[in-house]
């Protein structure tokens, strides 16, 4: 078995000397795939992505654990050798294209930046590859809008050039934070089809947080379902979506109005809401919740267990 | 025209020929122009299309939170001007909103209860004990505790904060609320509550929604009619289940092709983004003409809505 891209073992992220947010969270991305990290708000995802890229907000720190690319421990790295890393080798997409890019340079001088940074070319070279990238993702009449400001551009276009700034160095890996989630729907499907496109071409591995199930199912090879901070299951997303074995799991694919399910039929409500990181509970953390809850879910944490064929859910049910 | 229901009740909501504009002059965006719809008692019509296509604009003309430009919101069967106080407030007891955010549409300072009391506060409802009493049963039927009526918004969940402008949306004993995309901001999990809730209120006190989304799985679920708009037109309208089944403007079927995960049908448009680069259409054509695969030569005059089959309607020379 060849080693993965990218693996995070026992992660656990919290608040300085306060709750944690992520709990030793297992994970890895091979080369060339698409894992999907889904989960509602406050179930850790985007936590875990910042962790990965080390640019976590003041205030939360990795209290164990650690991320490693290609056999780099990337948590060990001092700040200088990580900027290295960061851009080069991974590259990040977030979810709000007009907040993550600078309002006062215009495009093209953000995605020159990049190669400048890492490359230490000149700025004619690293124009070019500016030039070079918004055609590569299709940005329409990219030699005018290079020289366009982020408010010129539409939200998909913005998007867009958040995917070439992610790409101009080649990353090894991609992290995409709801890359499409402030996208209109047709939109939505041009990105997710430019990012299938640019994997399928360049190799690119991506993870996909993401909370969009439909978005999962287009987009990728493995999914791993997270609530309140822990991973509670994970496999090819053909097993996690047509068998799925956790009840949360199970319980938000039929939350979804699925448009060919039918009209009025009701949708499976999960009472309760999360809970909050300072209030877990000792057991399972879905146990509050969960309609197929046993006495001893509340005792401790279930266990994680995985099949031969990779998928795993910790749930006391498939002890 | 789109095709009136075979059906003696009178609608509960007519938007006749409605225009809103904003801006003046040269700048000025139309963003309504001219919709005509009806929404029939008990029923929900599901309004559904991208940003910018006017949605809300058309939610707060019906909602008399702005005067519209050019033609008439009916409640009830007559017009209720936005500038007089008194036929605001008479036209409030029919038509009530619920928005996007239930974090900026509450006042944070207010407790629950007296959020979902205040439009009786304001309307002079009953007296301090029957409004008690009143936003008791409220806070009951959308599942909220007493407790939590005691608290303030801040200390909610978005779903439950939901739950509060539906409360208050439901005090003054409207005919029809306006959702404009209630379960956006929700997670998959809580937007089920709040659809179930909805469709619950809806039985038991008869209410019809104009219910406004970005997200066709959403309107399928819970729409009678589904009413497709685009730079502020209504492109395509008819019955939920034939909408769906049987899509007959491109358009509609671009915005379902689009759902991920789901490829049922092949996309007919070009790309969205290229909409931004294309010359600006001659203000007669049809507003996808820069957009459309099949657009022809017919397609330099704008079609109007026309039949395309039983109570279905679509303003597309090709949808026959």
């Known amino acids: 078995m060849t080693e993965p891209l990218l693996a995070l073992s026992s992660l656990t992220l919290g608040l300085r000397m306060g709750a944690d947010l ?7 991305v091979n ?3 698409v894992l999907a990290v889904v989960g509602e708000s406050g179930c ?12 976590l907000p003041d205030g939360v720190t990795r209290k164990s654990g650690s991320v490693t690319l290609d056999g780099i421990a990337l948590t060990s790295l001092s700040a200088r050798r990580l900027r290295a890393i960061r851009g080069k080798r991974i590259a990040m997409i977030f979810q709000e294209p007009m907040t993550s890019l600078n309002p006062v340079l215009t495009v093209g001088e953000q995605i020159a930046e990049v190669v400048r940074q890492h490359e230490g070319v000149s700025h004619r070279a690293a124009r ?3 030039l070079e990238m918004m055609n590569r993702v299709k940005l329409p009449d990219a030699a005018r809008r290079i020289d366009a400001f982020p408010h010129q551009l539409s939200g998909g276009q913005r998007q867009r050039v958040m995917i070439a700034a992610a790409l101009a160095c080649g990353p090894d890996l991609i992290i995409a934070d709801e890359p499409t989630t402030a996208l209109d729907v047709t939109i939505q499907a041009e990105v997710l089809r430019l ?3 640019l994997r399928r071409d360049h190799g690119t591995a991506l993870m996909l947080i993401t909370h969009d199930l439909g978005v999962v199912e287009a987009m990728a090879d493995r999914v791993a379902v997270l609530y ?5 299951e994970e496999g090819r997303v053909e097993q996690v979506l047509d068998g799925p074995r956790h009840p949360y799991t199970r319980m938000l694919m039929a939350a979804r109005p699925d448009a060919d399910a039918g009209r009025g039929k009701r949708l499976v409500e999960i009472a309760g809401s999360v809970p909050s990181p300072d209030a877990m509970p000792p057991g399972c953390a ?3 919740r969960c309609p197929q809850v046993k006495p001893r879910c509340h005792d401790r944490p279930p266990a994680w267990r995985g099949t031969a064929e990779g998928h795993g859910c910790a749930c006391v049910l498939h002890d | 025209m789109p095709v009136c229901c075979m059906t003696d009740r009178a609608p509960v909501l007519q938007i006749s020929d409605l225009v809103c504009i904003h801006g003046s002059g040269p700048e000025a965006l139309r963003a309504v122009d001219g919709v005509t719809l009806n929404v029939l008692p008990g029923q929900t019509l599901g309004l559904v299309g991208e940003s910018g296509c006017g949605k809300s604009t058309l939610a707060r003309a019906v909602a008399g939170l702005m005067e519209p430009s050019s033609g008439t919101v009916r409640l009830d069967g007559r017009v209720w001007p936005v500038a007089r106080l008194a036929e605001r407030r008479a036209r409030a007891r029919q038509v009530q909103m619920v928005f996007q955010d239930p974090f900026s549409s509450l006042n944070p300072r207010l407790s629950v209860a007296r959020i979902v009391g205040e439009p009786l506060m304001v309307h002079g409802i009953g007296d301090a004990t029957a409004q008690g009493k009143r936003v008791a049963d409220l ?3 959308v599942g909220l505790t007493a407790a939590q009526g005691r608290r303030y918004p801040h200390e909610l969940s978005g779903g439950q904060r939901q739950r509060v402008a539906i409360a208050r949306a439901l005090a003054l004993d409207p005919r029809i609320l306006v959702c404009d995309e209630p379960v956006s901001a929700l997670d998959v999990s809580i937007q089920a509550q709040v659809l179930n809730l909805l469709s619950d209120l809806q039985k038991e006190l008869g209410l019809a929604y104009l219910f406004i989304s970005h997200d066709l799985s959403v309107i399928r679920y819970i729409a009678d009619r589904i009413a497709v708009m685009y730079r502020g037109r209504i492109v395509e309208e008819g019955a939920s289940d034939s909408v769906w089944a049987a899509p007959a403007h491109p358009y509609t079927r671009t915005l379902i092709a689009a759902i991920p995960g789901q490829t049922r049908i092949a996309s007919t448009a070009r790309t969205a983004d290229a909409l931004a680069d294309a010359p600006a259409a001659s203000a007669t054509a049809c507003r996808l003409i820069d957009r459309c695969a099949l657009a022809q030569g017919p397609c330099a005059q704008e079609p109007a809505l026309m039949p395309v089959g039983d109570d279905h309607s679509a303003a597309c020379w090709f949808s026959r």
């Open chain 1, 22 to 28: 992520v709990r030793g969270l297992d994970l890895h």
């Open chain 1, 31 to 33: 080369r060339g795939e």
């Open chain 1, 44 to 55: 850790g995802k985007s936590m875990t992505a910042l962790a990965v890229m080390g640019l």
């Open chain 1, 128 to 130: 070019a590859r500016a």
């Open chain 1, 195 to 197: 990012l299938d496109e």
């Open chain 1, 228 to 232: 309140a901070g822990v991973k509670i």
């Open chain 1, 286 to 288: 879905f146990a509050p």
């Open chain 2, 139 to 141: 806070l009951d039927r």
